[in-house]
């Protein structure tokens, strides 16, 4: 829980202090020296607890370190493969452990105390708007459909969200850490292997939270450098346009490798 908010507390401060170059930056082609201090002093303590806000928010249970990854890795492996009626027993069991009801129907796993109708929809592909709306046509109205799946893409997460809370998309991620919260993980097969390591793509390279600090530092130094250059417009622009780069990493970034 300690590095927990030690690690709110650097993001927020980070937030803060580059909403303050950033708004220094932009004000003081406008404005004179005292108001251009007072201003982006406010403007970054209204961005760091705009930051704080967002990253509480965001912060649920999620994997920390390298070696839950790989555990990860290996439980999303067996679980991909596994056959409707393992899966289903390995869930109705974790159920049990934490005293809920779970009983098997037809096409799904249901929840009576927490309405909630579980649809395990693990594998390699992708999961459908087709799958949703199956989900959505198969419960009551009072129920909520559960689709649980390795992943989801954006626009299939944009187009449960239009369900009005009816459907609720459960990561792979989300699973595994409720499973090994309550010890209900499967036990280890030992004959898969891990699937090779994809190459991130440019993009993901450059949007990568982990990118928000160098941004920083390259904003800060166009700053810095622009102060004894007689191009200072030039400077102030790539500073502004790499300082504005860290905010939008560090807010709407992932880590490199990580899932939704």
């Known amino acids: 829980m300690r590095c927990l908010s030690l690690s709110l507390i650097s993001d927020c401060i980070f937030t803060g202090f580059t909403g303050f170059l950033l708004t220094l930056i932009i004000s003081n082609f406008f404005l004179p020296a005292p ?52 899966l289903n027993s390995l869930l109705i069991s974790a159920a049990a452990r934490e005293n809920i009801i779970a009983v098997k129907k037809r096409e799904f796993i249901y929840l009576p105390e927490k309405k909630l109708a579980l649809f395990p929809l693990f594998g390699y592909a992708e999961v459908k708007k087709a799958d949703v709306v199956r989900a959505f046509n198969a419960v009551k109205k009072e129920d909520t ?3 649980l799946s390795e992943t989801f893409s954006e626009d ?39 699937p090779p390591k994809e190459k991130p793509h440019i993009l993901k390279r450059l949007t990568d939270k982990r990118k928000a600090k160098n941004y920083m530092l390259f904003g800060l130094a166009f700053f810095v450098l622009g102060l004894f250059s007689p191009f200072k417009l030039y400077y102030a622009v790539c500073g502004a346009i790499l300082l504005l780069a860290a905010l939008a990493v560090k807010f709407f970034g992932k880590p490199d490798g990580t899932e939704h």
């Open 35 to 86: 108001y251009t201090f007072i201003i982006s002093g406010v403007a970054g303590a209204l961005l760091a607890l705009a930051g704080a806000k967002l990253f509480t928010s965001r912060r649920g249970a999620r994997i920390k370190d390298r070696a839950e990854r790989e555990e990860y890795t290996k439980f999303v492996n067996r679980i991909n493969l596994m056959k409707g009626p393992d």
């Open 145 to 147: 459909a559960v689709i």
């Open 156 to 194: 299939l997460i944009t187009f449960a969200a239009r369900f009005n809370g009816k459907i609720i998309l459960v990561s792979g991620e989300r699973l595994f850490l409720k499973l090994k919260e309550t010890n209900s993980l499967p036990p280890e097969t030992g004959d898969l292997c891990d």
